[in-house]
């Protein structure tokens, strides 16, 4: 399947676009995002779809305003103009925050403000399956859970990803027949970084044993979604959230029917739910809303037992009073 015939798959079944959407491409001028952003260009051209592109230079190295410009070059050939957002990230990077995690949460800051001036239905990036693979285990290594587990969504809001079925080489192997030109950002080498190590040394090391690693691995993290959506559709129905403003309180008699390994589990599915009636949170956009409460507590149904405990997510969720009734999951 060429990549015209894989973004018309997409959008049919993912994120529908009509006559008139405009689609905004988070374009970094490499390989994976020069690709997405010609192939995209292809699709909407027939359709009256406007396409647009913004590039986050994250001022991370002393090349990155000539990588910029030489992405405007790109865009330019493929009759485009490029908004590019300089953002320096070192400065902005918040105390407990990597400089990786501080780009992210920076470059879709800036993306869903260029997508909201644009008006764009959708923001697409170039994430493929060789991302995915990388991000499985990251979340492996890290001991996270079976919803972390299913790594990056095609679709997430306004964020799409249409490419997570092609890999990295088929990507190349694209731009190199199209005769496009991109840039090699050199931080994707440096090996500080917990993602780059994975990606030079770890992967090519599973990959020499087994050829099709990042195929399993976005097989699984795809396996785990499946999963995480039917385990999340049966607590619903079993646990019946009731949403208090940025709380979600459930039944503790149902709560304590239920393994306490599935306990992190059905939190995480509650916390979701509280962040949804809570809305967004400042400096973060919907999609990158806490997945984790900050705190649980035990509270009483009794208006005359005014009493409520604080505690951390843990087994110990169980041992409280028996006349306290309602446990909450505050964000």
């Known amino acids: 399947m060429d990549l015209e015939q894989t973004l018309e798959a997409f959008f049919r079944d993912h994120a529908p676009l009509a006559g008139g959407?405009?689609?905004?491409?988070?374009?970094?001028?490499?390989?994976?995002?020069?690709?997405?952003?010609?192939?995209?260009?292809?699709?909407?051209?027939?359709?009256?779809?406007?396409?647009?592109?913004?590039?986050i230079d994250h001022q991370l190295d002393p090349g990155s305003r000539a990588r910029a410009e030489a992405a405007k070059t790109?865009?330019?050939?493929?009759?485009?103009?490029?908004?590019?957002?300089?953002?320096?990230?070192?400065?902005?990077?918040?105390?407990?925050?990597?400089?990786?995690?501080?780009?992210?949460?920076?470059?879709?800051?800036?993306?869903?403000?260029?997508?909201?001036?644009?008006?764009?239905r959708y923001i697409a990036t170039a994430h493929h399956r060789d991302d995915q693979a990388e991000t499985v285990l990251l979340r492996l290594a890290s001991g996270h859970g079976l919803s972390a587990l299913a790594a990056v969504p095609a679709r997430r809001g306004s964020i799409v990803r249409p490419l997570l079925g092609q890999s990295r080489k088929d990507l190349l192997r694209y731009v190199r027949r199209r005769g496009l030109t991109w840039i090699e950002d050199p931080t994707n080498r440096d090996l500080t970084t917990p993602r780059?190590?994975?990606?030079?040394?770890?992967?090519?090391?599973?990959?020499?044993?087994?050829?099709?690693?990042?195929?399993?691995?976005?097989?699984?993290?795809?396996?785990?979604?499946?999963?995480?959506?039917?385990?999340t559709r049966e607590f619903d129905q079993l646990l019946a959230p009731s949403?208090?403003?940025?709380?979600?309180?459930?039944?503790?008699?149902?709560?304590?029917?239920?393994?306490?390994?599935?306990?992190?589990?059905?939190?995480?599915?509650?916390?979701?739910?509280?962040?949804?009636?809570?809305?967004?949170?400042?400096?973060?956009?919907?999609?990158?809303?806490?997945?984790?409460?900050r705190r649980l507590r035990w509270e009483s149904t009794s208006e005359a037992d005014g009493a409520s405990k604080k505690l951390e997510p843990a087994s110990s969720a169980f041992s409280k009073p028996p006349s306290l009734r309602r446990f909450s999951l505050m964000i």
């Open 196 to 231: 780059n190590r994975l990606r030079h040394l770890l992967i090519p090391i599973l990959g020499a044993k087994n050829p099709d690693i990042a195929i399993r691995l976005a097989s699984l993290a795809q396996a785990a979604k499946g999963a995480n959506t039917r385990l």
């Open 74 to 120: 790109t865009a330019a050939t493929l009759g485009l103009a490029l908004t590019i957002h300089r953002q320096n990230v070192p400065a902005q990077k918040r105390r407990s925050e990597s400089l990786e995690v501080a780009a992210r949460r920076i470059r879709y800051r800036e993306l869903e403000k260029a997508a909201s001036v644009l008006g764009a």
């Open 21 to 55: 959407d405009t689609m905004l491409i988070a374009f970094s001028g490499g390989a994976d995002s020069t690709a997405l952003l010609d192939a995209m260009c292809a699709y909407a051209r027939p359709r009256a779809i406007r396409v647009a592109a913004a590039h």
């Open 243 to 293: 949403r208090e403003g940025s709380a979600v309180t459930v039944s503790r008699r149902v709560l304590e029917t239920l393994p306490t390994t599935v306990l992190p589990t059905q939190s995480s599915t509650c916390s979701g739910a509280a962040a949804v009636a809570a809305g967004p949170h400042e400096g973060l956009s919907a999609m990158q809303r806490p997945s984790w409460p």
